[in-house]
């Protein structure tokens, strides 16, 4: 079975601190995401990455930046933590296009 | 651009009731669809797929039919249960993109 691991299921951190997320597949997936999940909101992607040093912006890049330097592994990096960014963040892999993601268990962040 | 349309909930029944979640998509090319369940405190899990048009997917009593002609993708159960209830993402991939895009969630509540 395809293992996602996200470092932490629970974080808080202070205003303006820099936070990193760190997500980690042991399946060779070319592809990761990260996203974030609110009320109401559902899933909205922030990065992807679909190989090493590659990355995209998702629909909500703003205030977030991502970091691939290993193929099993995708960090995401909050510049300077604000306090509507707390939230829960998802981070999966995937194969390849057309094949299903798989998730990590989340990690819910509260920023004070 | 591509995009995932279910209906709202909360969806609340009764143990042994007949369920229907509504998916419509809009997408350019051949997608796949997903629906991925999320159990309360997890990360989200894929429940079951379909690649091309008519195609079933199937899991756990879930099934969900791929219709291209009505760009529909509803997920059914016959019987549900209390540890059926969770959240329900319905989401599309492929196309002219790498992204997967979800709908926003479906809450089912199910009541002994």
């Known amino acids: 079975d395809v293992k996602v691991t996200q470092s932490s299921r629970y974080l808080v951190k202070r205003t303006g601190e820099k936070v990193f997320l760190e997500c980690v597949q042991d399946?060779?997936?070319?592809?990761m995401f990260w996203y974030r999940q609110d009320p109401g909101l559902g899933l909205r992607l922030i990065y992807f990455?679909?190989?090493?040093?590659?990355?995209e912006k998702g629909d909500i890049p703003e205030g977030y930046s991502v970091s691939r330097e290993k193929k099993e592994r995708f960090s995401l990096i909050l510049e300077s933590a604000s306090t509507n960014q707390t939230s829960m963040y998802l981070c999966?892999?995937?194969?390849?296009?057309?094949?299903?993601?798989?998730f990590g268990d989340g990690t819910r962040l509260s920023i004070l | 651009g591509n995009s995932v349309t279910q209906m709202e909930g909360p969806v609340t029944l009764s143990e042994e009731a007949f369920l229907t979640i509504n998916c419509t998509y809009t997408a350019t090319g051949y997608p796949s669809l997903f629906w991925n369940v999320q159990y309360p405190g997890e990360g989200l899990q894929l429940l079951l797929k379909a690649t091309k048009a008519d195609d079933k997917g199937s899991n756990k009593g879930f099934e969900a039919t791929y219709r291209k002609e009505t760009t529909s993708f509803h997920l059914e159960k016959g019987s549900v249960q209390v540890s059926d209830s969770a959240v329900y993402f319905c989401?599309?991939?492929?196309?002219?993109?790498?992204?997967?895009?979800f709908g926003t969630g479906t809450l089912l509540a199910v009541q002994p």
């Open positions: 399946m060779d997936h070319e592809n």
């Open positions: 999966a892999s995937r194969y390849s296009e057309n094949q299903p993601q798989h």
């Open positions: 990455s679909y190989d090493v040093k590659m990355k």
């Open positions: 989401a599309l991939s492929g196309g002219a993109t790498n992204k997967l895009i």
